[in-house]
């Protein structure tokens, strides 16, 4: 979710590039279902863009992310051991700061505002068919956990 694309839609529109930029695959914008009025939104407005990632752009990207992207964040301590939703899908976030690390929005980083760059959640699904199998998966990729994890 774009948070300032309930008032502004340019901030949508840097969010599909940079999500675009990132994963090499093009951004999809999504609608919100319900109203909302705690957040002032709207049924029916743009509000979020999504990406679905597979085959060889999902090495590419999970590649990038481990090798490159991961290492240069200072406080990220890696994914809740917790995470998972009892199928085999993993779900983590990164910060707005921690997606301008990309190496395809460092090139470009004049291209994208900086303030619109947005931060992302990542939710990674696995051919396992439980959490403990997916968090040992994605362990051996590269990608850390923390806390107590739960079987």
Same mark, same amino acid.
């Given at each position: 979710?774009?948070?300032?694309?309930?008032?502004?839609?340019?901030?949508?529109?840097?969010?599909?590039?940079?999500?675009?930029?990132?994963?090499?695959?093009?951004?999809?914008?999504?609608?919100?279902?319900?109203?909302?009025?705690?957040?002032?939104?709207?049924?029916?407005?743009?509000?979020?863009?999504?990406?679905?990632?597979?085959? %060889? /752009?999902?090495?590419? +990207?999970?590649?990038?992310? #481990?090798?490159?992207?991961?290492?240069?964040? &200072?406080?990220?301590? $890696?994914?809740?051991?917790?995470?998972?939703?009892?199928?085999?899908?993993?779900?983590?976030?990164?910060?707005? %700061? /921690?997606?301008?690390? +990309?190496?395809?929005?460092? #090139?470009?980083?004049?291209?994208?505002?900086? &303030?619109?760059?947005? $931060?992302?959640?990542?939710?990674?699904?696995?051919?396992?068919?439980?959490?403990?199998?997916?968090?040992?998966?994605?362990?051996?990729?590269?990608?850390?956990?923390?806390?107590?994890?739960?079987?």
């Amino acid at each position: 979710m774009v948070n300032g694309a309930m008032e502004d839609s340019a901030h949508l529109h840097v969010a599909g590039m940079v999500v675009q930029a990132i994963t090499g695959v093009r951004a999809t914008s999504c609608k919100s279902k319900k109203s909302v009025a705690g957040f002032n939104l709207r049924e029916g407005k743009y509000i979020s863009v999504k990406a679905e990632v597979a085959g %060889e /752009a999902m090495y590419h +990207f999970l590649s990038r992310l #481990v090798d490159v992207v991961l290492p240069k964040i &200072k406080d990220w301590k $890696g994914a809740k051991g917790s995470s998972g939703d009892s199928s085999g899908n993993i779900a983590f976030g990164l910060t707005p %700061e /921690a997606v301008g690390l +990309f190496p395809e929005v460092e #090139v470009n980083y004049d291209m994208y505002p900086p &303030k619109m760059i947005p $931060g992302c959640h990542i939710t990674v699904h696995t051919s396992a068919t439980n959490d403990s199998d997916a968090r040992l998966l994605l362990n051996a990729i590269g990608i850390p956990f923390f806390g107590k994890r739960v079987d």
